[in-house]
Nanobody
């Protein structure tokens, strides 16, 4: 009933930049937190950045100062601007959105299918 469509991943050289986008569609009354997680081969999924409805953000220590997160509430979209990319940023990046499908309903957490980011040295 809710779809998350991610885009923007790809191959980039170290020091380069990429911008990830994620748009939610479907039965949506309101959106609370939106965020990005990543999972590298052989490692657990980890939080990269998260932004709440009021605009507050938090970032993994490893990306602070290099990544920024923003959202467009009119488009139900969240963006991750990644600058000065490093080989250790290589991973599949997943969008995560907490959605309230109707008034007074509990929040439901949705995941995108993931978009791969590869940073070559």
């Amino acid at each position: 009933q809710v779809q998350l469509v991610e885009s923007g991943g790809g191959l980039v050289q170290a020091g380069g930049s990429l911008r990830l986008s994620c748009a939610a569609s479907g039965i949506i009354f309101s959106i609370d937190a939106m965020g990005w997680y990543r999972q590298a081969p052989g490692k657990p999924r980890e939080l990269v950045a998260r932004i709440i409805s009021g605009g507050g953000t938090n970032f993994a220590d490893s990306v602070k100062g290099r990544f920024t997160i923003s959202r467009d509430n009119a488009k139900n979209a969240v963006y991750l601007q990644m600058n000065n990319l490093k080989p250790e940023d290589t991973a599949v990046y997943y969008c995560n959105v907490d959605i309230r499908p109707r008034a007074l309903a509990p929040l439901v957490s949705y995941w995108g299918k993931g978009t791969p980011v590869t940073v070559s040295s």
